[in-house]
Structure formats: structure tokens, C-alpha cells
Nanobody, 118 residues
């Protein structure tokens, strides 16, 4: 089992920045990858970014490429999502997820709300 706790959400004006954190505990040594997803009201959960736990290779959805950066601190078992140039359409609940096999994300945090005002 992997437990995930997100933090860092809040209210920000368009063009601003926020950094989300995801602290992992449990079977973190077995994790293959971590990811960030988001869900806006009335919409399905969507992929935002992911990072492989060992190699640190990253991948982003086109909607956030160039604005968001995912990173990790293995010593702290923490993954970050730096979000710059935020837009109102980035408003959503952001979820951290962990995978033990490939990019099969089976463990989820409780979510943190990000609201971008225009």
C-alpha cells in the first residue's frame, strides 16, 4: 500500500503560480512512477503529468506543457508540481497518484483544490 497526501492548493489570479506537493509513505520503495491528475466540476479526471521514480523521466499533457513542471525528491518521498502561468481553465481538484507497475496508477491522494480567478 502507498499513502499519498497532497498540499499546496489555493486561490490564485490568472498568470500566477502555485506549487503542489505530494508526500508518499508506505511501499514507496516499490513505486515505479508518480503522477498528477485533475478533475474540474462536471468533467472526468484527466492526466496532467507523470514522472518515473528512478530515472526521473517526465511526460506532460499538451495543455500544461511548458507551464507545469513535475519533479521529485527521493529522499523525502515527495513529488512536486510547479504550476506557472496559470489559467482559469486550470481550476480543478488536483490528485496525486502512485504506480507500482509501469504507469498503472492505483493509489490516489485525497486531492487539493486549485482555483484560478480571471
Amino acid at each position: 500500500q502507498v499513502q499519498l497526501v497532497e498540499s499546496g492548493g489555493g486561490l490564485v489570479q490568472a498568470g500566477g503560480s502555485l506549487r503542489l506537493s505530494c508526500a508518499a509513505s508506505g511501499r514507496t520503495s516499490s513505486s515505479s512512477a508518480m503522477g498528477w491528475f485533475r478533475q474540474a466540476p462536471g468533467k472526468e479526471r484527466e492526466f496532467v503529468a507523470r514522472i518515473s521514480w528512478r530515472a526521473g523521466s517526465t511526460y506532460y499533457d499538451d495543455s500544461v506543457k511548458g507551464r507545469f513542471t513535475i519533479s521529485k525528491d527521493n529522499a523525502k518521498n515527495t513529488v512536486y508540481l510547479q504550476m506557472n502561468s496559470l489559467k482559469p481553465e486550470d481550476t480543478a481538484t488536483y490528485y496525486c497518484a502512485a504506480a507500482l507497475i509501469g504507469y498503472q496508477f492505483n493509489y490516489w491522494g485525497q486531492g487539493t483544490q486549485v482555483t484560478v480567478s480571471s
